[in-house]
């Protein structure tokens, strides 16, 4: 099927583009109330994730506010631990809870091969019905969770500030941790494979802990499982061509790195100057972010400057995929996404001389 | 008076040394049961740091343990906040807490100017007493928080994730931001100047949330005011001499313009390789760092692995005080710290050939 806006896709492959495209990281969800008003209809989130019509209905409703260049699946990051059998609570406030945290050595060798087919088949589902309900309008993104941030999780047993248990078992017993990263990233392959099968047109591995570790730390439990992931991809015939970003939160200092892993594009937060990442890897992959999502609090002039600023560092250089540095905030105003999505396609335009 | 061990302010100034010099943030802290025990008897954590008896002496309890090559002054980054009568409380498990925090312009405009002499004597009265007891043994550092990072107290009211607050004036009302930053600014720079007139030996800037921000916001909003603080203590007689460390916990993309602003030592939290930032900045300023404090959760042939690996990094190269790259975890055994203390000393005058 022929998309009728490509520009996501185009830009992924550095090709030039009329407007840079733009799309925003939990686009789907709190800010929205017609979101929250699925919500409440579901009961509870993790409900909401596994009813395919309606993780469908929350997909697509921001694409009907604002001209957003691509969908991107609602789910979780933590869908594959959840499968894994380790008692996944998703509640607001407190945040992720896994009631059978994995602590020793045994627990991580007990842990269960998912079958992504039958455990998951609530997340292909959901795939194949969104791409119906989008009919080619824009391209459909996939993701998961990196397989250290699955572990952050999956070790402590839900969110952490000093990542301690899961920072003891990979200084302690290397060998366990290695072991858990390598079973996380058995799953995150096949289920990024079944998700390409399904039909999402992009793919993205949120690394969203890979950041609180040192640099040897960084490449050995978080990037060199990345990079197995985009090697596995690259050589299957169904995901072979469909492009693959890399975001690791705090991972400014390593984007060399990260490009070296072959994906397409890499995300960034918006510690890093984006024009110091063009300089960087701008010639061998796109390039995603990178406003600060807190700039949306503030006026609707102060959001247009700061998209306007962050455009003028790519000028006319193919490769940018605007987003946000981070996830949007609950308490933002839905008008100022608008704002947002509005002033990058015009001001990208005018950029380019279109 | 002549130090006995003078190895800290050796490598500040980059000359050589018989061996890595070694203090631990937070040295003297909660993981220390004489310090639970003092502060138990204190009360609460404001009147042990509001009494120079117990400031002192919970300064010194860690320099009994361990053979550390200076001591840290103990006092809290909010003691200005506080003096400007924000209605500090410090809670463990909670964290701090301002009863009136700063949300709108006239909070800001009304914020009164402290008289450090009298406001803070208690401060510079430990600072006298602690100098006294230490008789020479190791130099004293003296410390306060960053403007930025007392503006993220001082707005926020507390700790906070997302910043919200702070981060909505600086984008939405940037001059009131700004004016809060000068006045903050000025009262470090008095604080300061109280310190090294009272004796410490050594200047540390602690900017814990200066990562948060965008490099331009950085620039703007945290590091210009850091750079007018050391150039102001530079300018004058009593503080010129005294090494400053600037420390912005999550710069590590900024080490040059940190460099840059005249001070004598960066401090590196753990995600930098300090070959890297020796390679960037080693040729104009020392650095300290950067062991991640999580490895202290491990056993102490990791903890000496560890170590011995960062020391390499550094070789034979001066200025180097070794340090953790964060504050040092309340739930850490003492005895990993001896075993860290001892480990830099050994294998960095093995390095030397001493």
């Given amino acids: 099927m022929t998309l009728k806006n490509d520009r996501l896709l185009r830009a992924l492959r550095r090709e030039s583009v009329d407007c840079t495209p733009v799309w925003i990281m939990r686009q789907a969800g709190r800010y929205l109330p017609e979101y929250r008003e699925t919500r409440t209809k579901a009961g509870d989130f993790l409900t909401l994730c596994k009813t395919p019509e309606l993780a469908c209905e929350v997909t697509l409703q921001p694409l009907r506010r604002f001209e957003l260049d691509a969908a991107i699946l609602f789910s979780d990051i933590l869908t594959i631990p959840d499968a894994m059998g380790l008692g996944l609570t998703l509640n607001e406030g407190v945040g992720p809870r896994f009631s059978k945290p994995l602590r020793a050595a045994a627990d991580v060798e007990k842990l269960p091969e998912i079958d992504v087919s039958s455990d998951l088949a609530y997340v292909t589902d959901a795939v194949k019905m969104i791409r119906r309900e989008l009919d080619g309008a824009v391209p459909l993104i996939g993701f998961s969770g990196s397989p250290w941030t699955l572990a952050t999780y999956m070790v402590e047993g839900g969110g952490s500030k000093d990542f301690r248990l899961v920072k003891g078992m990979m200084h302690d017993q290397p060998r366990v941790a290695h072991s858990l990263l390598q079973k996380n990233t058995d799953a995150v392959v096949n289920y990024l494979k079944a998700q390409a099968a399904a039909g999402v047109q992009s793919l993205m591995l949120f690394d969203t802990w890979g950041g609180v570790l040192s640099t040897p730390d960084y490449v050995d439990f978080s990037l060199s499982y990345m990079a197995q992931i985009v090697e596995a991809l690259k050589a ?118 279109n």
Same sequence: chains 1, 2.
């Fill in 236 to 353: 299957d015939e169904v995901s072979r061509d469909i492009p693959i970003t890399l975001f690791t939160k705090g991972g400014g200092q390593w984007l060399e790195k990260i490009a070296d892993t072959g994906c397409d594009a890499v995300g960034l937060d918006w510690t890093t100057p984006l024009s110091d990442a063009y300089q960087r890897i701008g010639d061998r992959v796109a390039l995603q972010g990178n406003m600060d999502p807190t700039v949306l609090y503030a006026s609707d002039t102060k959001v247009q400057t700061e998209a306007t600023r962050i455009l003028h560092e790519m000028g006319t250089a193919n490769g940018h995929i605007f987003n946000l540095g981070h996830g949007i905030h609950p308490q933002i105003e839905p008008a100022r996404v608008k704002t947002l999505v509005d002033t990058v396609h015009s001001v990208s335009k005018e950029i380019r001389g």
